[in-house]
């Protein structure tokens, strides 16, 4: 199942006036990260719950391996997934919990001692949920997504309530999945992380796809790296550079140079006797990009 991925195709929702997803078609392929970004109101939340088959679209389909998920017959074991916070009873254990819903999808009971090893959970398996903290409470709807052992994982904001330590342990764990040759989609607020952790992005704004890719062509194709540099003698350093370089002035005395490696930097500050005192190379970032690309688009309902 998890060779053809995830495939929106055309995917449309409108409630009454409000287009909330527009058109909407992207993939995610197998054995990769996806992060799926947007502004607020973009039509994220809305695009997983059609994809999971929790909300009807009002025009377009969404595919899970070339099916609907609605049409597995046993879809725990194919999709794993979490649209929000764990919610559990109060006063049910952590392994209990978990228990309960193997014990629903026909999973062997052992399994919920299984994910809650992979999620750090098991000092915490007997503790009752209500004990749980926010942070604790996401590690369990991950180990909850995958008591099935699914080969596709679609997960909104799973990092919320997780410590530095926490967001670098799920980090390591969805990659380790995807090198399995998984299907992983992650919606997430926290840019910088996802810079880290995806191998391609969707971004989306208004309910309409932005851009879709690998993070690598998307985070360079909206100008590359760019060098900075801090010398007393500016206009000697620029006359030696010529004018196959762009160059940028910033408020605080120093050049952006666009056009020349460090190397060459170096050569044309030598031949002007032009002493450099910072030279350092700035490569744009993820979040740069993406306030680029969705820059007035952000849809405030």
């Not at 997803?21 to 809305?46: E, H, I, Q």
């Not at 915490?124 to 699914?150: C, T």
């Not at 002035?249 to 020349?260: E, K, S, Y």
């Amino acid at each position: 199942m998890a060779d053809d991925g995830i495939v929106v195709s055309g995917l449309t929702k409108l409630y009454k006036n409000v287009r909330a997803v527009d058109d909407l078609s992207f993939t995610v392929s197998p054995g990769r990260v996806t992060g799926f970004l947007g502004p607020n109101g973009a039509g994220k939340t809305t695009t997983l719950r059609m994809v999971l088959n929790l909300v009807r679209p009002t025009a377009g389909t969404a595919t899970i391996g070339g099916r609907r998920y609605a049409d597995f017959a046993d879809p725990s074991r194919e999709v794993g997934a979490i649209l929000e916070a764990s919610g559990a009873h109060r006063g049910r254990t952590g392994r209990n919990h978990l228990r309960m819903l193997c014990d629903a999808a026909g999973i062997p009971a052992g399994r919920a001692d299984d994910v809650l090893a992979m999620v750090g959970l098991t000092p915490a398996a007997n503790r009752k949920f209500k004990g749980y903290s926010l942070g604790m409470r996401q590690r369990l709807g991950i180990a909850a997504a995958l008591l099935g052992d699914p080969d596709v994982l679609i997960l909104d904001e799973p990092a919320n309530g997780l410590d530095p330590e926490g967001i670098r342990w799920m980090r390591e764990l969805l990659k380790s999945l995807a090198d399995e040759g998984r299907t992983v989609l992650v919606s997430s607020h926290l840019l910088s992380e996802m810079e880290l952790l995806a191998d391609d992005v969707v971004i989306i704004a208004a309910g309409k796809l932005v851009r879709q890719g690998p993070m690598a062509e998307i985070v360079d194709a909206t100008g590359g790296a760019q060098l900075r540099v801090r010398t007393p003698r500016p206009d000697e350093l620029l006359a030696e550079l010529g004018t196959a370089v762009t160059v940028t002035r910033t408020a605080d005395g120093a050049l952006r140079i666009v056009g020349a490696d460090g190397p060459a930097v170096g050569a044309a500050a030598m031949r002007a006797g032009a002493e450099i005192h910072e030279l350092t190379v700035e490569r744009p970032d993820l979040e740069n990009v993406f306030l680029q690309l969705t820059a007035g688009k952000a849809d405030i309902r």
